[in-house]
């Protein structure tokens, strides 16, 4: 057995009172050796615009953390 375990964390505040994390692993058995395609600014940049805009969701706040909106969950 052998092969390569890449694992991501990205991390934004995105505006006051969010923080947006994002955590993604994968492995692979292929020749650790290939060049793993890096994310460009601009991927980074879509991708933390789509966070921010699904973290505004005061519907989809609380459906991550339990029935709380952030502001709430934050209090504790």
Same mark, same amino acid.
């Given at each position: 057995?052998? +092969? /390569?375990?890449? #694992?991501?964390? %990205? #991390? %934004?505040?995105?505006? %006051? +009172?969010?923080l947006s994390v994002h955590m993604s ?8 050796? /290939? =060049? #793993? %395609? ?6 980074? =940049?879509? $991708?933390?615009?789509y966070a921010e805009r699904r973290w505004s969701s005061l519907a $989809?706040?609380?459906?991550?953390? +339990? +029935? /709380?909106?952030? =502001? /709430? $969950?934050?209090?504790?």
């Open positions: 057995m052998g +092969g /390569e375990l890449l #694992v991501t964390i %990205r #991390v %934004r505040y995105a505006c %006051r +009172g969010t692993a994968s492995a692979s058995t292929e020749d650790p050796k /290939e =060049e #793993v %395609r890096e994310i460009t600014d601009e991927e980074m =940049e879509e $991708y933390m615009e $989809y706040q609380r459906e991550i953390l +339990g +029935g /709380e909106t952030m =502001e /709430e $969950y934050l209090e504790h």
